[in-house]
């Protein structure tokens, strides 16, 4: 990490000495902080829909076991 209290950042035409670290402001490492929430957020409700598709498929999956697995009890009981 590489600080510099001497950086150079025009703000409203005039040239103002700011700190920086690794070559960004404040304001620019405030700017990628919200950048990054946002694609935090986004894999957040991306992660919650695979979740809930794959529980879909769970649940089929158990309705399928559950029907075939009655299927076979009623043949050993009746023959069939």
């Known amino acids: 990490m590489i600080i510099d209290n001497n950086a150079t950042r ?3 035409n005039m ?3 700011v700190i920086t670290v690794d070559g960004l402001d404040r304001v ?3 700017n990628k902080l919200h ?3 946002e694609k935090l957020m986004w894999l957040k409700t ?3 829909a695979l979740v809930s598709m ?3 498929i769970d649940r089929q999956c ?3 076991e559950r029907a075939e697995s009655a299927d076979d009890l009623f043949a ?3 023959g069939g």
């Open 10 to 12: 025009v703000i409203n």
């Open 15 to 17: 040239e103002h000495k």
């Open 28 to 30: 620019e490492i405030n």
């Open 35 to 37: 950048e990054l929430n």
């Open 46 to 48: 991306e992660q919650m």
């Open 54 to 56: 794959r529980d879909a």
């Open 62 to 64: 158990e309705m399928r």
């Open 76 to 78: 050993e009981m009746f």
